[in-house]
């Protein structure tokens, strides 16, 4: 099997190999694709699937909890005030 380095249209250099090199090359390509490289899978010179690098993890919202504290609180409570429109005050 031959590796193929294809050029896309945003100039990034995008590796083919067939199924059996990745097999044998599984790790070395998964850790490729962790570098950034966009890794297609092909089967008797047909793309069948492509490896790309995961997405970055998305930085944790805080808890609510900590969020109110951070915010403080201000003004007449939603309750209060949603009470009050009931009762017609």
Known sequence: MCTLLVYTSSETIVKQVGIKQARQE???LIDRAEAGEEI???RQGKAVAKLIPAPKPVKSLPSLTEFRQRIGRAGTPAVRLLREERDGR
């Open 26 to 28: 599984l790790p070395d």
């Open 40 to 42: 297609v899978i092909t």
